[in-house]
């Protein structure tokens, strides 16, 4: 079933012939693809949120799980390779990394949440700027939280919608691939 489902998820990534992934990248010259973690239900995190235990963090339900295979089945089929993964250190994050099943991923706390003071909004948007300013050739996917996309790009995305950005000229690209 859940091949036949991945498998219909396929076609979504190409639109009238063409690679929405590829595309979007090749179209704002981006070096950064943003990807809003996949569906957790709830709003924030519960107030016994600890960064070292999933349990206290609002996480992927079923169909976040499911959406975050769909969305790596089509990262997979589109041909485009990134040269770094990295994530938030939140679990939503971490977990939709490894559903992508795209390849070696890290975590990086300058892509963790500020919303509600878990993690110090100043600290995190330093280090994500001196990452962004350091990135080299190719294209780094970075796996995080709305707030921080938000943040850097001026836009709020829904849960797996990605962002294909330049960190130079500041271009970006909102698109999904799991729809």
């Given at each position: 079933?859940?091949?036949?489902?991945?498998?219909?998820?396929?076609?979504?990534?190409?639109?009238?012939?063409?690679?929405?992934?590829?595309?979007?990248?090749e179209?704002?010259?981006?070096?950064?693809?943003?990807?809003?973690?996949?569906?957790?239900?709830?709003?924030g995190?519960?107030?016994?949120?600890?960064?070292?235990?999933?349990?206290?963090?609002?996480?992927?339900?079923?169909?976040?799980?499911?959406?975050?295979?769909?969305?790596?089945?089509?990262i997979?089929?589109?041909?485009?390779?990134?040269?770094?993964?990295?994530?938030s250190?939140?679990?939503?994050?971490?977990?939709?990394?490894?559903?992508?099943?795209?390849?070696?991923?890290?975590?990086?706390?300058g892509?963790?949440?500020?919303?509600?003071?878990?993690?110090?909004?100043?600290?995190?948007?330093?280090?994500?700027?001196?990452?962004?300013?350091?990135?080299?050739?190719?294209?780094?996917?970075?796996?995080?939280?709305?707030?921080?996309?938000?943040?850097?790009?001026?836009?709020?995305?829904?849960?797996?919608?990605?962002?294909?950005?330049?960190?130079?000229?500041?271009?970006?690209?909102?698109?999904?691939?799991?729809?």
């Amino acid at each position: 079933m859940l091949v036949a489902f991945l498998m219909t998820l396929s076609t979504q990534v190409w639109a009238d012939g063409r690679n929405i992934l590829k595309d979007a990248i090749e179209e704002v010259d981006a070096n950064v693809v943003f990807l809003r973690h996949a569906m957790a239900p709830g709003f924030g995190d519960p107030d016994n949120f600890s960064l070292l235990d999933c349990s206290t963090q609002r996480n992927l339900d079923k169909n976040g799980r499911k959406q975050a295979r769909a969305i790596g089945f089509s990262i997979n089929k589109s041909g485009v390779r990134f040269n770094e993964i990295i994530s938030s250190e939140w679990c939503r994050c971490k977990e939709t990394a490894k559903l992508l099943n795209i390849g070696k991923w890290q975590t990086f706390l300058g892509l963790n949440s500020f919303f509600q003071g878990y993690a110090e909004k100043a600290v995190t948007l330093r280090e994500l700027d001196l990452k962004l300013k350091k990135l080299k050739n190719g294209v780094t996917l970075m796996i995080t939280h709305q707030v921080v996309i938000s943040a850097v790009t001026g836009i709020s995305v829904t849960s797996g919608e990605m962002v294909a950005y330049n960190s130079v000229s500041e271009a970006k690209k909102v698109f999904r691939l799991d729809e």
